[in-house]
Structure formats: structure tokens, C-alpha cells
């Protein structure tokens, strides 16, 4: 089975490693649960749960700004 591999490594809610079974999208990007109860929750109530979203919005932050470092190293384009 070819799972895409999600941004996250803990569930925002247990703490807990992310389970293969409880992946699903937000934003474009694949986000993890614990548990299938918990990502059948977020799928249903995603604007309900500020605390899960605040979580991922904050690892998508983190992804850009790698990128955008990555850019800059690449082409240098701090002029230095």
C-alpha cells in the first residue's frame, strides 16, 4: 500500500504516534491522527477544533519557511 507520508509525526490531540489508518487531508496536505475516531472527528468538525488546526497550520508555517531557506541557499539570493 502506498501511503503518502503525513507532515505531522504525533497526533495533536494524545500526544500519540500517527497510525497509518488515520490519515486525511488538510489544506492540501496529508495530516495524521492516533487513531481513526479521532481523524473521523477532525474530518467532520474541522472548523470545531482550533486546537488541531492551530497545530497544523503551525508544521505548513515550518514546511514554508524550510522551503523558502532552501530557495535562498540555492540561488543565493541574499546577495552574499
Not at 486525511?24 to 467532520?44: E, K
Request: glycine share 6%.
Amino acid at each position: 500500500m502506498n501511503v503518502e507520508k503525513p507532515i505531522n509525526r504525533y497526533c495533536p490531540r494524545s500526544g500519540k504516534g500517527v497510525a497509518e489508518d488515520s490519515l486525511t487531508s488538510y489544506r492540501g496536505f496529508i495530516v495524521g491522527f492516533c487513531n481513526t475516531h479521532c481523524r473521523d472527528d477532525f474530518q467532520a468538525n474541522v472548523t470545531r477544533r482550533p486546537n488541531d488546526t492551530i497545530y497544523f497550520d503551525a508544521i505548513i508555517k515550518e514546511l514554508e519557511l524550510e522551503t523558502i531557506a532552501q530557495t535562498s541557499e540555492k540561488y543565493d539570493i541574499t546577495g552574499s
